[in-house]
């Protein structure tokens, strides 16, 4: 599944052409590498997402073409949600 149609089913990101934007201009690592936004990802893989002073760090448990609010959670794993002091 291409990266910024995960992150707009998993509701990560609330549309798909605000993570495609993301992810053009570098806010989104897939396993520690800059992702495009056609990028595939698969469950394991690990995502890093720069939002602002946000950096959130979830493993991708699942892949669906779309979801509801509960099968949303279950796409990903959250293993990390910082905030940074500088901006």
């Not at 990560?12 to 993570?19: N, Q």
């Not at 201009?25 to 394991?44: F, I, T, W, Y």
């Not at 893989?45 to 950096?55: A, C, K, M, V």
């Amino acid at each position: 599944m291409r990266i910024d149609k995960f992150l707009k089913v998993s509701r990560l990101i609330k549309r798909r052409e605000t993570a495609k934007r993301l992810a053009e201009e570098g806010g989104v690592l897939v396993n520690g590498k800059k992702a495009k936004p056609s990028a595939e990802v698969r469950a394991g893989d690990e995502l890093i997402l720069s939002l602002g002073r946000h950096r959130l760090v979830c493993e991708v448990l699942a892949e669906r073409p779309y979801a509801n609010k509960e099968q949303a959670e279950s796409m990903y794993r959250l293993i990390e949600d910082t905030l940074s002091e500088e901006e």
